[in-house]
């Protein structure tokens, strides 16, 4: 059984372990360096001043975590988001994303979020640093591309795109 919970400062070893992975071997994160657990729990302590950071425990191992971010600093975007998702490489297409972003998006529409957008590397030719299966996972759940940028993020020698998701958690009145 998978539980969902709010992370804690203690996770962020766990949560490292998850996103390592991401930093060293993919295109999927554009950071170049692994951070610090110092860091990382500064980011999570950060992230939820104002916005939910959970995780999800498998029999009694974190296999994932997401969590919701500023999408611009001014306040006219105050019901906007971006969101972030990072799933153990062992546990994919197990319905843990899934868990994940339901329940981010409640937690997001009780707190008058109407926004969610997610930013996503892209290449047009799959490679071993990047594939589609994060857009495929975000259209799955209803998300829809609404911009592409070319050519704006270098790692591993060559140059990634960068695309824009967006969902709609409630009504614009």
């Known amino acids: 059984m998978?539980?969902?919970r709010n992370a804690s400062q203690d996770d962020?070893?766990?949560l490292l372990?998850?996103?390592a992975p991401y930093v060293l071997n993919t295109a999927i994160t554009f950071e170049y360096e692994v951070p610090s657990i110092e860091e990382f729990q500064r980011r999570i302590v950060q992230?939820?001043?104002k916005f939910p950071y959970l995780v999800a425990e498998k029999n009694g191992e974190i296999v994932g975590y997401t969590y919701a971010g500023v999408f611009k600093a001014r306040p006219a975007y105050d019901r906007c988001v971006e969101t972030?998702?990072?799933i153990d490489a062992t546990c994919h297409h197990q319905g843990i994303g899934r868990l994940l972003y339901d329940a981010l998006e409640e937690r997001l529409?009780?707190?008058g979020i109407l926004n969610a957008n997610a930013c996503i590397s892209w290449t047009d030719t799959p490679d071993g640093y990047l594939t589609h299966e994060s857009p495929l996972f975000h259209e799955k759940l209803g998300y829809t591309k609404v911009a592409h940028f070319h050519q704006c993020g270098y790692k591993?020698?060559?140059w990634y795109d960068m695309i824009w998701m967006?969902?709609?958690l409630g009504e614009h009145i």
Request: glycine share 4%; aromatic share 12%.
């Open 2 to 4: 998978t539980i969902i």
């Open 47 to 49: 992230t939820q001043r």
């Open 109 to 111: 529409k009780s707190m």
């Open 156 to 158: 591993f020698n060559r």
């Open 166 to 168: 967006e969902k709609m």
């Open 12 to 14: 962020a070893g766990r």
């Open 84 to 86: 972030s998702i990072y």
């Open 17 to 19: 372990e998850i996103y």
